[in-house]
DNA sequence: CATCAAGTAAACAGATCGGTTACCTCCCGA
DNA sequence: TCGGGAGGTAACCGATCTGTTTACTTGATG
């Protein structure tokens, strides 16, 4: 693993966050990541596989930092399952917070059946698979129906501190989560 | 108002929707308006304003649209706030959705307090008031609480459609809307 | 010391970007 | 009949885009 790739790797997911895909030329990406053009096709083929890159580096990067905060917080199921929200609190607040990169990029590239759509697909999907995890583990009746509206609570939450530019969103998230959550603890039958 | 001018708008709307912003070009956009760019750069001065106005205009078209289709599935309050997704269900499932036209413009124009932001910051704010009116006449105690989770279920569900290409994501969010709602309509203090 | 891989800076190519302009046509009203 | 505004065509501008190439420097290894 070359260090020259790494620092355009970091360098790409720091500039696409901010600037977006296609507003991000590569001559810029080269400059800041202090390497020459020749090295970062020496590495990457295309623009594209570079994003390709970026994103995938980003997912492994993210799903790490944001299971081992969950996880920090407290050991019990329950706690956790809500943790998911102030982890999300914490990103939002962060002055480098522009949104998630994965739905900012199907946003670029959302026509047709690209890689650069796949990979988001893939990293959302492996956010979904953590928190049905987590819902398995509190137990509750219908742990799949409660993963997936924990979700999109999430999301929301993401796209809604994005254009709003305000944190608190995480913490109505949290709330409604919390409805959710004991709703889906109760033995009741649905009615 | 010049019959070309609007011509441009609704095509800036289709490509910008479809491709993106950085990634539409204007000549592309005189030409499938078949407008020539001289005509065209009367109209709007620049690119920025060409988006401006088609961002406006999408605004006053899609909230219209959806408030109507909301308000023609029932005139009952409770009914109403979970008729709205199935209209986003709806929407979802039309062959050119393509996400939310706003979210995708602050994914791209996230720097700064542009003027294309905050006119994605305006419809998301009135789509807000809208909810909260529903929440209102539906008489739950605490409405804007409420009416805050159903925006964030609202926006989960559309950057789920969106990325997993997936219409069913307006379900799941309606069955969440509904748990939070009826919990709304209890006269229990909060515990 | 010779060699070779890896790096840099810089020019370059061809296309496209947003935006402007010169020139022609057409139509409508005085 | 004539003037003027609106619109189209097409060339053009400088800048920037992705991607390639050339010429030079460096550093480690034999």
Redo the contacts between chains.
């Keep these: 693993m070359s260090l020259k790739r790494q620092e355009l790797i970091d360098t790409a997911i720091h500039l696409f966050s901010?600037?977006?895909f296609?507003?991000t030329g590569i001559d810029w990406i080269a400059d800041a990541a202090k390497v020459s053009k020749k090295t970062m096709y020496q590495h990457f083929r295309s623009k594209e596989e570079l994003i390709l890159a970026a994103l995938r580096h980003q997912d492994g990067l993210f799903r790490n930092f944001f299971m081992k905060s969950v996880e920090q917080i407290s050991s019990q199921p329950y706690a956790r399952l809500l943790a998911v929200f102030d982890v999300a609190r914490d990103w939002f607040a962060d002055e480098s917070f522009?949104?998630c990169m994965?739905?900012?990029a199907?946003?670029?590239?959302?026509?047709g059946d690209t890689a650069i759509?796949r990979a988001?697909?893939d990293f959302?999907?492996q956010m979904a698979d953590y928190i049905l995890k987590l819902a398995r583990d509190a137990g509750v009746k219908q742990p799949e129906?409660l993963a997936?509206?924990l979700?999109?609570?999430?999301?929301?939450?993401?796209?809604?501190a994005?254009?709003?530019g305000d944190a608190k969103?995480a913490d109505?998230?949290k709330?409604?989560a919390k409805?959710?959550l004991d709703?889906a603890l109760l033995d009741k039958p649905p009615g």
Tied chains: 1, 2.
């Design positions: 901010q600037h977006g296609h507003a522009y949104g994965f739905i900012n199907v946003g670029e590239y959302s026509h759509r988001c697909q959302k999907a129906a997936h509206s979700a999109l609570l999430l999301e929301g939450a993401i796209v809604t994005q254009v709003a969103a109505t998230a709330q409604a409805v959710l709703n």
